[in-house]
């Protein structure tokens, strides 16, 4: 009876708390827990103590049919055979519930376009501006010496696929892939900020070792190699883009990435 | 009075005062492990009644706007009209973020209850025939609750949920062939795209409830039809169900249960936060947190993702994406087993066509299922520690890459350590030969009146003997001091002495 009363008297309280305004969670919450607790246990120790009972039995009958249900069952059954016995009838059904079903699903095409040749490509381009995160062009000197910048292609800040990040590490230690060699400019590279793992961003550089680190499933790159990585999850590097220092001391690229960006699809 | 006039009222039009009289008789057997499903299903309530209130204030729009409530660190910021319309749910509507929190903390006291009902269901044997129709419904349950919660939690459209998303577009791109398809129409385009946000709203407060109420009402109507299971004990058979009548004694207890799991959600929802959106902010395709973890319940398969090693393979010519193995292919095995196991348990203990099971057996009788299944949850706890890896370095100081290699040594051995502990465990504490070890459940048929084949039985009666005889060589007891202990446990005892007769004549 306490405990009924208890839960009486929260809820009260809680009618009052929620009308006088303000945004009290905690003690809104508190009310609450304590007016449902307080029924609660006042039942279960009602039903417990009060009532009894004690245990009773019941017995378990049996689910199953009788071996003449099943006779009669079955025989029912053999009415259908009508329907068995003409074989291309019964085929032609199949074949136009088969068809119709084809058709019901197939509105779910318009869910979305074909993915075609969009995967393989980004914004990024011969001639196009390196803009940062407000939009504003990047110049070579902007980047900091340790630190990580989050660029975009001019006309597309925010594109889930381009975003790219910029570090500048010390051109002698560079070790890219054939072929990579003026990518560089200055020590500046530019990789995809897609992980190639899950797709998640690439928001951490380690400058002391050179590597980028997915937060989300610890995979890290070392970007001296052409961001190949070097622990974690990830199987493959992230895509590089070909870095150009205009002679306005702007940067822009000279293509888009040297792969696909982000974790793989089955792709020849 | 009025009770009595309206069921007078009912039975004059539609009948069924029969079938309430039967009903209101109906026996539950009492233990505290058949409460899991009913905290289930009381968090499912608490979820229909929280989620209800906040779709009357959630838009689920990707729209572009910029916040200008009364949140002040997020003002001028662009964000979608989803997270705005999450924020001011929390900072705007009275009792918004109470009954916000106590929606979420449902859900994962939701899913901690099924996990443990499906342990509770797998560790007493109680998927056995003639349950294999609710081991499977409950199954495509628990799947229907991962797949409401995951969407969910992507609905706000915060920093951290939708990271989650495009952790979920890349899973759908790696399935073979028809994966960029899935991806594209699933979303509506290359991600972000705008769709997906309204069509995870569709599918989280229509498509999947749906689903979830419809097959829950088949899960109890069965469970209604079949009777509950109950253990075994002093009056006790295969043919009968010892426990409190439906009215008033059960009715009144599990009435104050579900008060109970109201007010624990309550409590949470009120006094401890999570997911606070607004300090996450909005998602942004090029922004990402650190140290971030899904809910617990995705725990495993974050935990898949981020021990599961690197490898490039090509199969047929076309690059096999990483994801495809942890995220794809391990959890489709997970529940395949899941689903397979009644059968798999089948073949092992040889009851093909078995007997019928309503008596329960404990964990401590089946050493081998036992240490099993104890093996197989410690695989996935490691995994799930697996999921907070960064979070491990960084509180004890060690370096990442040393605790994924540890992490991984670990969900190979720890599992069969674990399980080897459990197996032995369990012989030690079923020494004393109970009433039935090995086959107990048998025992019960042995008085019962329709007994299963005499090759059956004399094949788990063989089975039965050499489980004892090896019990009884290690135990340091005789088998004169067995069989008092057989005897001084109460009537069951009495009702099995023919079995335990038999054993004796074995040994």
């Known amino acids: 009876m306490v405990a009924l009363l208890v839960a009486a008297a929260a809820a009260v309280a809680f009618v009052v708390v929620f009308w006088s305004g303000g945004r009290r969670t905690q003690l809104e919450g508190a009310l609450l827990a304590l007016a449902f607790g307080g029924s609660g246990v006042g039942l279960v120790v009602w039903a417990n103590h009060l009532i009894g009972g004690g245990e009773q039995s019941e017995d378990r009958t049996p689910l199953r049919a009788t071996p003449e249900e099943i006779r009669e069952l079955d025989a029912e059954l053999g009415r259908g055979e009508v329907i068995a016995r003409r074989v291309w009838l019964r085929r032609s059904a199949v074949a136009a519930g088969g068809a119709l079903g084809i058709a019901l699903v197939s509105p779910l095409r318009s869910l979305g376009p074909s993915p075609g040749k969009q995967l393989l490509h980004t914004a990024w381009g011969d001639g196009v501006r390196v803009v940062a995160e407000d939009g504003t062009p990047v110049a070579a000197a902007d980047v900091p010496a340790d630190g990580l910048v989050t660029v975009f292609p001019e006309g597309a800040v925010g594109a889930a696929d381009a975003q790219a990040v910029l570090v500048r590490v010390d051109p002698s230690l560079l070790h890219l892939p054939r072929g990579r060699d003026s990518w560089a400019p200055g020590g500046l590279l530019a990789y995809s900020k897609v992980c190639t793992h899950a797709g998640c961003p690439v928001g951490l550089y380690q400058a002391d070792s050179h590597e980028l680190l997915c937060p989300c499933h610890q995979s890290s790159f070392d970007v001296l190699r052409g961001a190949v990585p070097v622990s974690g999850p990830a199987a493959w590097p992230l895509p590089q883009l070909p870095l150009v220092v205009g002679a306005d001391g702007l940067l822009r690229v000279s293509g888009d990435f040297s792969e696909p960006v982000g974790p793989g699809w089955w792709k020849a | ?507």
């Open chain 2, 1 to 507: 009075m009025i009770i009595k006039r309206f069921l007078r009222w009912t039975d004059d039009r539609i009948g069924g005062t029969k079938f309430t009289r039967k009903a209101l008789d109906k026996v539950f057997p009492d233990h505290w492990s058949f409460m899991l499903g009913e905290v289930a299903l009381y968090c499912l309530m608490v979820l229909i009644a929280t989620g209800v209130y906040l779709t009357f204030f959630f838009h689920a729009s990707a729209q572009d706007v910029v916040y200008t409530g009364s949140y002040g660190p997020l003002r001028g910021q662009h964000m979608s009209e989803a997270y705005r319309s999450v924020v001011g749910l929390g900072f705007d509507v009275r009792a918004g973020l109470l009954i916000r929190q106590v929606h979420h903390w449902a859900a994962l006291v939701f899913l901690g209850a099924i996990v443990l009902h499906l342990c509770r269901i797998y560790f007493t044997g109680a998927y056995r025939r003639p349950r294999e129709i609710n081991w499977f419904i409950g199954l495509a349950l628990m799947l229907l609750a991962i797949a409401n919660g995951f969407t969910g939690y992507s609905l706000p459209d915060d920093l951290l949920s939708g990271t989650g998303l495009r952790i979920a577009y890349s899973v759908l791109l790696s399935v073979p062939v028809i994966g960029t398809w899935m991806a594209y129409l699933a979303f509506g385009g290359e991600f972000p795209a705008n769709d997906i946000i309204s069509r995870l709203y569709v599918i989280h407060v229509l498509i999947v409830p749906a689903l979830i109420v419809g097959l829950l009402s088949v899960h109890l109507a069965i469970v209604w039809r079949q009777k509950h299971t109950q253990f075994r004990g002093p009056d006790r058979t295969e043919d009968n169900v010892v426990g409190s009548r439906l009215w008033p004694t059960y009715a009144m207890r599990s009435i104050g249960l579900l008060l109970v799991v109201v007010a624990v959600l309550a409590a949470l929802g009120g006094l401890v936060q999570l997911n606070p959106i607004w300090l996450y902010g909005p998602y942004q395709p090029a922004s990402v947190s650190t140290a971030a973890q899904p809910d617990w319940y995705m725990g495993w398969l974050e935990g898949a993702l981020r021990l599961f090693p690197s490898f490039r393979i090509h199969l047929f010519g076309y690059r096999v994406p990483e994801a495809i193995l942890p995220a794809v292919v391990f959890p489709t095995l997970t529940f395949a087993i899941l689903f397979a196991w009644p059968a798999v348990d089948r073949r092992l203990s040889g009851e093909v066509d078995g007997p019928d099971h309503h008596l329960l057996v404990r964990p401590r009788e089946r050493p081998r299922r036992t240490a099993l299944g104890v093996a197989v949850l410690t695989f996935y706890v490691v995994l799930f520690i697996g999921g907070g890896q960064d979070i491990i370095s960084q509180k004890l100081h060690i370096a990442l890459d040393t605790v994924t290699v540890l992490l991984r040594i670990l969900l190979i051995v720890a599992p069969i350590a674990i399980g080897a502990l459990a197996w032995r465990l369990c012989r030690d504490l079923a020494v004393e030969p109970p009433p039935g070890d090995g086959d107990p459940d048998d025992v019960g048929r042995d008085g019962g009146s329709d007994g299963a084949p005499d090759a059956q039985l004399g094949g788990s009666a063989a089975r039965r003997s050499s489980t004892f005889s090896s019990a009884s060589a290690r135990s340091s007891s005789s088998d004169a001091s067995s069989t008092a202990i057989s005897e001084s446990s109460a009537p069951d005892a009495v009702r099995n002495s023919s079995s335990s007769l038999r054993w004796i004549d074995d040994t």
